[in-house]
């Protein structure tokens, strides 16, 4: 059974960090892209940040040089260190394992940003 566990959010002051965690369980890790994406109250699912099956990042314009994808093989996880955080950043983040035709989401987690 495929399944992608997202941690780590919560509430933070402006100008605070948070480090998000996906833990993953039951697909070949390895093989898999991985992303993170968020949707604010309103607005449309966007994507964030994607780190390739072979470790190549890549950011949204909105999160470029505050955020940092990594994933670890071993754990079978992939993080979201997220630094200089802005109200704008509130929003539910989620993950997504993604190979060939197979995509699978996690269910989220909330990041709220105060100012």
């Known amino acids: 059974q495929e399944q992608l566990v997202e941690s780590g959010g919560g509430l933070v002051q402006a100008g605070g960090s948070l480090r998000l965690s996906c833990a993953t369980s039951g697909i070949l890790f390895n093989l898999y892209a991985m992303d993170w994406h968020r949707q604010a109250p309103g607005k449309q699912r966007e994507l964030v940040a994607t780190i390739t099956s072979d470790g190549t990042p890549n950011y949204a314009d909105s999160v470029k040089g505050r955020f940092t994808i990594s994933r670890d093989n071993p754990k079978n996880t992939v993080f979201l260190q997220m630094n200089s955080l802005k109200p704008e950043d509130t929003a539910i983040y989620f993950c997504?394992?993604?190979?060939?035709?197979?995509?699978?989401w996690g269910r989220g987690t909330q990041v709220t940003i105060s100012s």
């Open positions: 997504r394992a993604s190979y060939r035709s197979l995509n699978y």
